[in-house]
């Protein structure tokens, strides 16, 4: 099979891997709250999403061997065409205009822009002190964009996108140098790891203020973070002169917009689970209401009642004849006279 059709392909699985990913972190998201990620390790849910974007990025890896970084990388926003539907379906309703015209623009501008901000083949590498270089000016640009509370998802959403296209120009630096176990894997591998555990995080922050604006951001802040490091460290350049220049901030700016109507539009949050009913034994009692006692009428009776201190007879006692009277201590002639037996 063509090399290129397989970078392709694989690309478009990670694309559609991501997508589900941050659909299923928008919800989770919704029910943990901003202070809520101490809390994740023990939800299902959680590791849910640790899969998905694992998948996502092995995919995404695995494309990097087989096309270079100008080719998967735009192909990663088509994580927004995806996600926009799913979270719409998840949030319960339909994606509104004003979201397809958003995703639509954000797309056409990504389209124009990426292809003219990276090189060619994927043959250059990073040497280990600029490997480090780069994971320093990420944590600087992270810290810059996550300082403070305002614009809390659309700065997070920056970050993670910076982190994660420097994670994927390191991990071309991998791919092309080989698997050979020297320092030079050691220190990108790890740093690698950790990009892209702290992208995935900042993603989980970025999306409790929604999934659309953020998603946009971070799938146009990727490429573009992946382009700066291939123009600066790897001798990539902007295609087609001045003209490809103005071209690619034309891009950006449709790009922009697009971003803009997806900030704009209004994202259905998804309802929180809701609470089991708490155990019969910790619910509230309410008061009881007096009830009358219904009285169908005088119980009938199977016979006379037995006498106090005689064990009740259970049925009528068959006689042979007359039973005799046994008479009793004699008492005032005011009061009867107590027999035994059944009564005549």
């Known amino acids: 099979m063509n090399a290129t059709l397989i970078a392709v392909t694989l690309a478009l699985l990670s694309a559609v891997a991501y997508a589900t990913a941050a659909v299923a972190q928008e919800r989770l998201a919704a029910r943990t709250g901003p202070g809520g990620l101490r809390r994740l390790p023990a939800q299902g849910a959680w590791w849910s999403t640790v899969g998905l974007n694992s998948g996502g990025a092995l995919l995404h890896v695995a494309a990097l061997r087989f096309g270079p970084l100008t080719l998967v990388q735009p192909l990663g926003a088509l994580t927004l065409v995806a996600a926009v539907p799913l979270g719409a379906r998840a949030?319960?309703?339909?994606?509104?205009?004003?979201?397809?015209?958003?995703?639509?623009?954000?797309l056409v501008g990504l389209?124009?822009?990426l292809p003219l901000t990276a090189g060619g083949a994927p043959d250059a590498t990073l040497g280990t002190v600029a490997a480090l270089a780069v994971a320093v000016g990420v944590l600087a640009l992270v810290a810059l964009l996550t300082h403070g509370r305002r614009g809390r998802g659309l700065g997070h959403a920056a970050a993670s996108g910076i982190t994660s296209g420097a994670a994927s120009a390191l991990t071309q630096t991998l791919t092309v140098a080989g698997l050979a176990l020297t320092w030079r894997f050691a220190v990108v591998g790890g740093l690698v790891a950790g990009?892209?555990?702290?992208?995935?995080?900042?993603?989980?922050?970025?999306?409790?203020?929604?999934?659309?604006?953020?998603?946009?951001?971070?799938?146009?802040?990727?490429p573009l973070a992946a382009a700066a490091i291939g123009l600066s460290l790897l001798g990539e350049r902007v295609h087609g002169g001045p003209a490809g220049v103005a071209l690619a901030?034309?891009?950006?700016?449709?790009?922009?917009?697009?971003?803009?109507l997806l900030t704009r539009a209004p994202h259905g949050t998804p309802t929180a689970l809701p609470d089991p009913e708490p155990p019969l034994a910790a619910r509230p009692r309410a008061a009881a209401e007096p009830r009358p006692i219904p009285f169908a009428g005088p119980a009938p009776l199977a016979g006379p009642a037995p006498l106090v201190g005689t064990a009740p007879l259970a049925g009528p006692v068959p006689l042979a004849g007359p039973a005799p009277l046994?008479?009793?201590a004699p008492v005032p002639p005011a009061e009867p006279v107590l027999v035994t037996g059944p009564g005549r």
């Open 249 to 260: 901030g034309l891009g950006g700016a449709v790009a922009g917009r697009g971003v803009v």
């Open 195 to 222: 990009l892209a555990v702290g992208g995935l995080l900042l993603s989980q922050t970025a999306y409790t203020e929604g999934l659309g604006a953020p998603l946009a951001v971070l799938t146009l802040a990727n």
């Open 111 to 113: 389209g124009a822009l």
């Open 91 to 106: 949030a319960g309703r339909r994606a509104t205009p004003e979201e397809w015209r958003g995703t639509a623009l954000t």
């Open 326 to 328: 046994v008479a009793v």
